[in-house]
């Protein structure tokens, strides 16, 4: 069984036994892995309390070949991400971006998405309160369309025909926006000039993120679960997300 070091965030735990859990990470070097963390449950474990949700470290894996399940040996902590613990916003941002890093990266390396993955959970701990609405979304569009999803906005998504300035059809089906002719074809819903816009910068980590007031943040939220649940959720629960998008502590 080869030994395999890689940069490493927690994406969930599962308890296995008195003594042990199930670690779901997500690695830099070998994707998406589950292994088994023995001894992590007990009071003087090697491991302390670093298999903590979110956090970040460097995993030491034995991987067993043609198996789903490998042996965690060590985790050596270089964050905790406790920030995210001081604010709801951010800490539900944080699971819903783990949840789809969980449910739907590869198995296999993927350093990109790890690497946008490792830089949000930063952002997110850091930003002050008035940016967090649009970096949850900047970070969910980019991990989205790190995974190969990225929604078209300057080109119909079917025929490629360049489209106008202004609003245009937007079919969440289709991946993106359509011209008229495929939109008639195939339907779609109007987003409109200034949404496109907010969209675009959202999907360009180079623009200022746009300021959103409560009833366009809801909008966009709206869209982009939509979309993932589509493209990517295949039927799946997807009880993070579902908790990001209804933002039920706002009520409290």
């Known amino acids: 069984m080869p030994l395999v070091a890689t940069p490493a965030v927690v994406l969930s735990t599962l ?18 892995q589950s292994a088994m963390a023995k001894g992590a449950l007990r009071p ?5 309390a670093a298999l903590q949700l979110l956090s970040e470290g460097q995993a030491q894996l034995l991987i067993k070949e ?19 613990a001081s ?10 971006l783990a949840e789809v890093m969980l449910r739907f990266a590869p198995a296999d390396p993927h350093p990109e998405s790890y690497d946008l993955l490792r ?15 649009p970096l949850g979304l900047r970070v969910l569009w ?18 490629g025909l360049p489209l106008p300035e202004g609003g245009l059809p937007f079919s969440t089906r289709e991946g993106g926006a359509l011209c008229a002719e495929c939109a008639a074809q195939h339907g779609a819903t109007h987003l409109p000039a ?29 869209l982009l679960a939509r979309y993932i649940r589509y493209h990517l959720g295949e039927g799946a629960e997807l009880p993070a997300l579902e908790f990001w998008l209804r933002r039920p502590w706002r009520a409290a």
């Open 15 to 32: 308890r296995y036994s008195e003594t042990s859990k199930i670690v779901r990470l997500a690695t830099r070097d070998i994707g998406v």
């Open 44 to 48: 003087r474990s090697r491991f302390g």
């Open 66 to 84: 043609h198996r789903e399940l490998h042996t965690l040996t060590a985790f050596d902590l270089s964050a905790l991400h406790v920030g995210l």
């Open 87 to 96: 604010d709801v916003g951010r800490y539900a941002t944080a699971m819903a």
């Open 119 to 133: 830089e949000a959970l930063g952002s997110l701990e850091t930003a002050p309160a008035p940016v967090l609405e």
């Open 142 to 159: 980019h991990l989205v369309s790190s995974l190969g999803f990225a929604p078209s906005l300057d080109a119909c998504v079917r025929d």
């Open 194 to 222: 200034a949404a496109r816009a907010d969209l675009a910068a959202l999907l360009d980590t180079g623009s200022e993120l746009p300021a959103l007031d409560a009833r366009h943040a809801e909008s966009h939220r709206r």
